[in-house]
């Protein structure tokens, strides 16, 4: 039995509980806004204290944004989750392989999971989520959609018993950046790409951002979530920002509108249709005021109507809280299975 199912009459009453074992995978951008908000704000996670007991990384030697004690660092891909102090597993190196593997492994071990990957939410979601509930751990990705807007904790939650007629909002900071400099400080496209990365809100590869393939896995999620069934990323219709110009946001401007990159899903009948595209936004829309990495979500409820969530939806700190709100959830878990 793993030691968090534990019974408390197990343990000494009067001990003060083990700290959790957490083991990071990655730690660039979001990795390294993690440790800093777990560092300044660990005593949140409730009753029991995190322990940051491995941090695996692709590359030792390279320069980061944050110090880890000796010892802390590896490149090891399985053996963390196999350290029996490990109870929480945080996933946040991206792509589809080797996060499926290590993803699975740490499920199978009666590991809970966190993770901020929308490319293996969006292809292997439906699986994970199984898996997790087989082996009585949580899978958590509140991360993965929207950056620090809690999107996805307010449709498991507040919002369960809603029916969702659509979903629709910017759920990509790369190219909303991209899209409001050149609008606004007439940046070309490869410079405010450019500056994108610089502030950390791009993809490693940014095509992910600029073909919209990222925001099309992030409707995957929400529709997973506003309409309670996986579909599949190939049902998203798809165009990005590649081959927007100057002359196209001029356009939109002369109009008295803005281009966006919106993504959109709804109930259409039985089917859910999804689509990625630009989009002009009038001034009437709550979509218009939403600059730079800034991300919008609106969604149409049957009984409250309209409902809007913004906020940063890139950046090391807004994701790296979003993963330590999912850390703090698990560990509260934890500590309440520990005193039942
Ligand atoms: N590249 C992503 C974006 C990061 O720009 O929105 C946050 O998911």
Not at 95 to 122: D, M, Q, Y
Not at 250 to 269: P, T, Y
Not at 301 to 321: K, M, N
Request: proline content about 5%; overall charge neutral.
């Amino acid at each position: 039995m793993s030691s968090i199912l534990r019974r408390s009459s197990d343990r000494d009453a009067t001990a003060p509980p083990a700290p959790l074992g957490v083991a990071l995978y990655g730690c660039g951008t979001v990795g390294s806004g993690l440790v800093q908000v777990l560092r300044a704000r660990e005593s949140l996670a409730g009753r029991v204290s995190l322990d940051l007991l491995h941090v695996v990384v692709r590359d030792i030697a390279k320069r980061r944004a944050v110090a880890h004690p000796d010892g802390v660092l590896s490149r090891a891909l399985l053996p963390p989750i196999d350290d029996p102090r490990v109870q929480i597993v945080v996933e946040l190196i991206g792509g589809i392989e080797p996060a499926h593997t290590l993803i699975v492994h740490a499920l199978n071990s009666g590991k809970h999971v966190i993770s901020a990957n929308k490319a293996v939410i969006a292809a292997h979601g439906a699986e994970l989520e199984s898996l997790a509930a087989q082996n009585r751990v949580l899978f958590k990705y509140g991360a993965a959609v929207g950056g620090a807007i809690p999107i996805l904790h307010a449709l498991r939650g507040p919002l369960r018993h809603e029916p969702v007629r659509s979903i629709r909002g910017i759920v990509n900071g790369t190219t909303n950046y991209i899209l409001t400099q050149m609008a606004e400080q007439g940046t070309s496209f490869e410079a405010a790409l450019a500056s994108a990365q610089a502030h950390g809100f791009a993809e490693p590869d940014p095509f992910a951002d600029v073909s919209g393939l990222d925001a099309a896995q992030k409707i995957v999620i929400l529709a997973r979530h506003a309409f309670g069934r996986w579909v599949s990323l190939d049902d998203v219709e798809l165009t990005g920002i590649d081959r927007v110009s100057a002359d196209d946001i001029r356009a939109a401007h002369a109009e008295g509108a803005s281009l966006k990159l919106v993504a959109d899903a709804r109930m259409d009948g039985d089917r859910i249709r999804m689509k990625v595209a630009p989009a002009l936004v009038s001034p009437n829309d709550p979509l218009y005021a939403i600059r730079n990495e800034m991300n919008a979500i609106v969604i149409d409820t049957e009984f409250s109507g309209s409902l809007v969530f913004a906020g940063p939806g890139a950046g090391a700190h807004p994701a790296g809280s979003a993963v330590f709100s999912d850390i703090a959830a698990v560990a509260r878990r934890v500590a309440g299975r520990r005193g039942s």
